[in-house]
C-alpha cells in the first residue's frame, strides 16, 4: 500500500465551487505539506504543517485553506474555486529528524481542472 | 531568500548518450540538496541527495556533486536509457529556513530510442 495517498485522484469541477483535496499518510511522519504544480514553474508550497496544532502558510496560500484533522490526515479546501486554480496538487511528508535530512515524500498527486 | 535555478528543458537525447542537467542554488545557510525525479503521472520521488560540500550523491547511475564553491549542485548520467525519461526537479532543504524544501522549476527529459 502507498504510504501518502490523494483523493480524488482526478476532478473537474465549476468555477465558484468549493472543493476538498483530502491526504493520508502511513509513514507516521509530523510534518505535511501541500503544493502546487504548474508547467514551467515546478512546485509552489501553498501550507504547510509541522504537526497537528501547526499550520503555516507557504508563498501562494491565497484561495486556499487547510485543517490537519490528525498526524496522518492534511485536507486542502478552496472555497470558491476559480480558473487559475487549475493544476496539478501533491501532498508530502517529510521528518527532518530521522535523518534523511527533510525527503519529502509525495502522494501522487490529484490533478484538478476549474470550468 | 533561498533559491533554485536549472536549466531549461526539455532535454532530448538518443539512448546512451551523456546526461548534464546544470542547477544552482542561493540559500542564507548551509543547505542539504536534492534531485527529485518525477515520471509520467506519478509524484515525485528522490533520486539523490547530498548533505554537505563535496559530498556526493548517486542512484541509478546518476551522480551530483555538491560545489560550495559554485553553489551548483549538476546531475549527470554516463548513459541514458529510454526509461529515464522523466521531469527532474533540483531541490534545497535548509536548518534556517525550518526545513522547508524549495525546488527548481523542472526540466523534463526525452530519451529517444
Known amino acids: 500500500d502507498a504510504d501518502v495517498t490523494q483523493t480524488p485522484r482526478n476532478r473537474i469541477t465549476k468555477t465558484g465551487k468549493r472543493i476538498m483535496l483530502e491526504c493520508s499518510q502511513t509513514?507516521?511522519?509530523?510534518?505535511m505539506y501541500w503544493y502546487r504544480q504548474d508547467p514551467g514553474l515546478g512546485l509552489r508550497l501553498i501550507y504547510y504543517s509541522f504537526d497537528v496544532k501547526d499550520i503555516n502558510k507557504g508563498e501562494i496560500s491565497d484561495g486556499y485553506s487547510v485543517s490537519r484533522q490528525a498526524q496522518a490526515k492534511f485536507s486542502l479546501s478552496l472555497e470558491s474555486a476559480i480558473p487559475n486554480q487549475t493544476a496539478l496538487y501533491f501532498c508530502a511528508t517529510s521528518d527532518p529528524t530521522s535523518g534523511s535530512w527533510n525527503e519529502q515524500f509525495f502522494g501522487p498527486g490529484t490533478r484538478l481542472t476549474v470550468l | 531568500g533561498d533559491s533554485v535555478t536549472q536549466m531549461e528543458g526539455p532535454v532530448t537525447l538518443s539512448e546512451e548518450a551523456f546526461l548534464t542537467i546544470n542547477c544552482t542554488y542561493t540559500a542564507t545557510g548551509y543547505p542539504s540538496l536534492f534531485w527529485y525525479v518525477q515520471y509520467p503521472g506519478e509524484g515525485l520521488q528522490l533520486l539523490l541527495k547530498?548533505?554537505?560540500?563535496?559530498d556526493k550523491g548517486s542512484n541509478k547511475g546518476f551522480e551530483a556533486t555538491y560545489r560550495k564553491e559554485t553553489t551548483s549542485f549538476h546531475l549527470e548520467k554516463g548513459s541514458v536509457q529510454v526509461s529515464d525519461s522523466a521531469v527532474y526537479f533540483c531541490?534545497?532543504?535548509?536548518?534556517?529556513?525550518?526545513?522547508?524544501?524549495?525546488f527548481g522549476a523542472g526540466t523534463r527529459l526525452f530519451v529517444k530510442a
Open positions: 547530498a548533505t554537505k560540500a563535496d
Open positions: 531541490a534545497l532543504s535548509d536548518q534556517t529556513g525550518g526545513f522547508k524544501t524549495i
Open positions: 509513514k507516521g511522519h509530523d510534518r
